[in-house]
C-alpha cells in the first residue's frame, strides 16, 4: 500500500491523518492473467491503482477488440464516464499479466472528499491526464503514418513494447498484426543498412 500512497504525494500534498484515510478506503485484489476487472455494460465504479502487473482498456466492434490503452505499475485508470454518471460501461479491462491492485470504490471516494477536500484535487489531475492521453492518441491516428505511429509509440512507451502482445499494440495503433511485422520488418531492414 506503501507505493499507492508515494504515487500519491507526487500529485498533491496531504497530512497523515488524510493519508490514513486514503489508505483505509482501498481494497487489495489480485487479479490472474486474461482475468477483467470490468466488462462492457457492468457500471465502473471503482479506480484502480495497479502495484504490480499490467491491463489494458479495450472495446468490442462487431466481435473485433480494439485496444484503448495500457497501464503498468504506479498507474491509475478508471472508466471516468460510468464511473461519474453511473452509467453502463462500453469497454472492458482486462489484466495482461498476473497483477495486484487497489481499488478505490466511488462510495468510499464521496465520503473520504466529503471529509477532506484535498482528495478533489486527486480526482481532478486524474480527468486531467485521462483527457491529455485521449487527446494526443487522437492527434497520433489522425496525423501520423501506420509507421510513424508505431516509431512514436516505440519511442514514448518502451515498457509496452517490451511486456505486451504484439496482438494488442497492433490493435491500439489501429493496425492489423501482419501490418504491424511488415512495418517491423522494414524498420529492422532500413536499420541494418
Given at each position: ?75 491509475w485508470y478508471s472508466d471516468f464516464e460510468s464511473f461519474l454518471y453511473g452509467k453502463p460501461t462500453l469497454l472492458n479491462i482486462e ?32 480527468m486531467e491526464r485521462t483527457i491529455k492521453g485521449l487527446t494526443g492518441r487522437n492527434m497520433a491516428m489522425s496525423l501520423l503514418s ?48
Open positions: 500500500m506503501e507505493c499507492v500512497i508515494t504515487d500519491l504525494s507526487r500529485m498533491i500534498e496531504f497530512n497523515e491523518a488524510e493519508s490514513l484515510a486514503f489508505e483505509n478506503i482501498l481494497r487489495f485484489k489480485t487479479v490472474k492473467k486474461n482475468e477483467h476487472l470490468l466488462v462492457e455494460g457492468d457500471i465502473c465504479n471503482f479506480g484502480i491503482f495497479i502495484a504490480e502487473g499490467s491491463i489494458r482498456y479495450y472495446y468490442l466492434v462487431d466481435g473485433v477488440e480494439s485496444t484503448g490503452n495500457f497501464f503498468f505499475e504506479n498507474d489484466a495482461l499479466e498476473d497483477s495486484v491492485v487497489y481499488l478505490a470504490y466511488k462510495e468510499d471516494f464521496e465520503k473520504l472528499v466529503l471529509e477532506y477536500p484535498v482528495f478533489n484535487s486527486f480526482l481532478r489531475i486524474m501506420p509507421e510513424e505511429r508505431y516509431l512514436h509509440f516505440v519511442k514514448y512507451c518502451p515498457k509496452v513494447v517490451e511486456r505486451v502482445s504484439l496482438k494488442y499494440i497492433a490493435s491500439y495503433l489501429g493496425i492489423q498484426p501482419e501490418s504491424l511485422s511488415r512495418i517491423r520488418t522494414r524498420i529492422t531492414l532500413s536499420s541494418k543498412s
